[in-house]
């Protein structure tokens, strides 16, 4: 069925309500500098938007609709032509019943794990990216920019390479996870490193792209985050779209909160859902400028110096700070904060339950520990909780937690790493010490 022949979508300022053309390669309001929504006429849309529909596509072998993020085209991009959309079919990610063990450790009874790590460069930001990068070469962009803790410059590096355009990353100086930074030096971008925080760099970014004409892919460019609302949508679909209780997620620059939220509410605009799920947002203590707001009543907005060992939410003063707000007045969602400590733990766990993550993921399951203990979510509640990358991304985490060598934490759960000499002697006494099972 042909989506018809007229303007599907807009931007409009989240501030002010000045709209713009998607033609347009603008990223912020052009009248107030405010963050822009991509705004879908879904009363247009209504009767190309089901269920039926999006469940058809799940056997497609041919790019778009075999994407996890394409599949849900009318909701992302319905007016982009087919031929258009740069894709690694991206999406289509496991959805994990938590193991027992690990299941219990956070007290809940029903615990899923939707795992985001499974894109194809190792994190969510592919779903996102593969929606600015069609936009990018609908406004024929030559070159790409993004400041990045790791994960966006990775993605965006890949499918820039991949359409042919230029990638230039601006990272934070010190502190980059091997994995991202190795990816994104192997497909290709100009790596720099600016003398300064995240948040340095993103400031940066968002004086350059304007004065160069280079064009922006950090998460204030909201055709990343209509991509990011396919991370909901898929995992409603492999449930049946049985809504669950609550979706657990871990906030840094706040991009995926805010997607979460606006998929969510046109789902349910559009009687896809016929419940709203709460939102649990979990930053790290050390990074967690939006919980010290929320738990003031968002009287003031914070800023701060971030510290936490979970770098991909590394990130002191968040861009999306306002549409995560909009988030959880539309889903009733809570904002907590993890120390450290619970976040190397947390992933441990879900490490040695054989599903693996990267630190920042495990703020999630930390997360969920945290909120059961406090009662906020009942041990009963059906949960979902979001791990946002891959086990590999920071494999010196890994080493060091095991290794006991990380810096001022503990290692309650380490699985250390055993020398013996080439000898049967050797390897049966390390049989007996270990009570391994045998024959
Ligand atoms: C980007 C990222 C986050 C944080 O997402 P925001 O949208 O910036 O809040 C969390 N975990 C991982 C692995 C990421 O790459
Ligand atoms: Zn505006």
Known sequence: ??????????LRCMECGNTHDLNEPVYVCGKCGGLL??????????????????????????????SGVWRFKELVFPGIADEAIITRHEGNTGLYTAPKKLAAWTG??????????ENPTGSFKDRGMT????????????????ASTGNTSASMASYAALAGVQALVFFPYGNIAM???????????????????????LSLVRQACPEFGIYLLNSVNPFRLEGQKTIVFEMLQQRRWKVPDWIVLPGGNLGNS????????????????????????????????????YQENFAERHAVKANTIATAIKIGNPASFIKAK?????????????????????????????IGCEPASAASVAGVRKLIQQGV????????????????????????????TLESLNSPYANKLRVIDPTLEAVESLIRGEKMPTR
Request: net charge negative; hydrophobic share 40%; proline share 3%.
């Open 1 to 10: 069925m042909n989506l018809p022949n007229k303007t599907l979508s807009h």
């Open 37 to 66: 929504d991509v705004v879908h006429d879904l009363e247009t849309l209504r009767p190309y938007i089901s269920k039926e529909i999006f469940d058809s596509r799940l056997g497609s072998l041919d790019a778009p609709y075999n």
């Open 108 to 117: 809940a009874s029903r615990m899923m794990l939707k795992h985001e790590g």
């Open 131 to 146: 929606g600015g990068i069609t936009h990018a070469m609908l406004v024929k962009a030559s070159s790409v920019l993004c």
């Open 179 to 201: 994995g991202k930074l190795a990816q994104s030096i192997a497909y290709g971008a100009i790596n720099v490193q600016v003398k300064g925080d995240f948040d340095a760099s």
């Open 258 to 293: 805010s997607a979460f939220g606006k998929g969510l509410y046109e789902l349910y605009q559009l009687g896809l859902i016929e419940k709203m799920p709460r939102i649990a947002i979990i930053q790290a203590a050390g990074a967690a400028p939006f919980y010290q707001s």
């Open 326 to 354: 909009r988030t959880l007045s539309y889903t009733n969602g809570v904002v907590e904060a993890v120390t450290d400590q619970e976040i190397v733990d947390a992933k441990a766990m879900v490490d040695s339950s054989g």
């Open 377 to 404: 979510i009942q041990p009963d509640e059906d949960i979902v909780a979001v791990l946002t990358g891959h086990v590999l991304k920071d494999a010196d985490t890994v080493i060091n937690y095991h290794a006991e």
